[in-house]
């Protein structure tokens, strides 16, 4: 892991402290440890259940305190919709499934 200075907030008033952070060697791996940590916790049921839906997904995340910001949900929201995330993703999967076939 890694310590990096991060933006909370607590009772409605934002305030910088510096967390601990896990380090990974790929995307895929944290991805799958993204996936793993809602998975284990009970009170992001409600989330998982709706990821189809990534509105409504981010709003139960939210809603069941993966973020104290709270506007977490419309700020990655306004993420997904850019163009330069898709790309980015798209490279990322071209990628990957380049490296899978080549080995």
Do not use: C, W
Not at 54 to 61: C, D, F, G, K, N
């Amino acid at each position: 892991s890694m310590a990096k200075r991060t933006l909370e907030f607590s009772g409605g008033v934002a305030h910088q402290e510096v967390a601990p952070f896990r380090a990974y060697e790929s995307y895929q791996q944290s991805f799958t440890d993204y996936v793993d940590f809602l998975q284990q916790r009970p009170r992001y049921a409600q989330a998982l259940a709706s990821a189809a839906d990534s509105p409504r997904y981010l709003q139960e995340l939210q809603q069941a305190g993966y973020a104290t910001d709270p506007d977490y949900a419309v700020k990655i929201q306004s993420i997904l919709e850019r163009e330069q995330f898709s790309f980015a993703i798209e490279s990322s999967t071209r990628t990957t499934q380049e490296r899978a076939v080549n080995g």
